[in-house]
């Protein structure tokens, strides 16, 4: 419990944007803005030894090593790296200029709006995204299908957020952005096939595609903030007899 309160700290510190607040005001929100790839390195592992120590104070004890953060462009952009214990995560600043242009059709067609989308998903909530599948692997809690699969780890995001610091107004504000992001884009699944197993069928294909795969995971997203009120992060962590 000590160490779960010690890691509760350092998130406070890492996470939270700016000058303190007073009596009345809001709470502050989670960071997603740094000003260097260590800065955003050091945040990111913040944020994964929250995320592991609010899975062991619902279960009572750690699950498993906390994931570690590193911080390069890969066409994937963000993924949990099982065999070696990683959560490699994106850096705005030296993404290519076809990647961003993929971020002006997320967002509002404008090179601001695609930043702003990108720092506040990329830069804090799809870590605890990343760590969701941490999970999934070390509690043996995969889902059936890689659709259910993605689904929950955002599920089990917006339940992690909903626990800390600035986490209601911060998640209210990516339920637009999500929203917004997912009527942008069209729907990939061919008519009278089921999305399920059409993107489970086509993940890799789908993976090497974007606005394809991005379609999937804001609308995956958008529907998990939607309903956040009814996700518990203890409850969906708990061990199976627990439960």
Known sequence: MQKIRRLSLIL?????????????????????SYASEAELRLGAQAVAEAFA???????????????AIEVRNTPQLIFFNAASNTIVLPWWDSQPPEMRAI?????????A??????????????????AGHWFQNNASR???????????ANRLAVAFWRTQPGGERYLAQLEKLAADAAAHLP??????????????????????EPLKYGYYQFQFMAEALRDRRQLDFA?????????
């Open 12 to 32: 406070v510190a890492a996470l939270v944007a700016g000058c303190a607040h007073g009596p009345g005001s809001p709470e502050p929100m989670p960071q997603v």
């Open 53 to 67: 120590a609010e899975v062991a104070k619902a279960r009572g004890g750690m699950l498993a090593a906390t994931p």
């Open 103 to 111: 971020f002006r059709q997320f967002a509002d067609g404008t090179d």
């Open 113 to 130: 709006g695609a930043e702003r989308l990108f720092r506040a998903f990329f830069n804090s909530f799809l870590i605890a995204h990343e």
């Open 142 to 152: 995969r889902e059936p299908t890689l659709y259910g699969n993605e689904n929950n």
């Open 187 to 208: 729907n990939p699944t061919p008519a009278g096939e089921d999305p399920v197993a059409y993107f489970g069928a086509n993940y890799r294909a789908l993976a090497r």
């Open 235 to 243: 409850q969906m962590v708990k061990q199976p007899a627990e439960r």
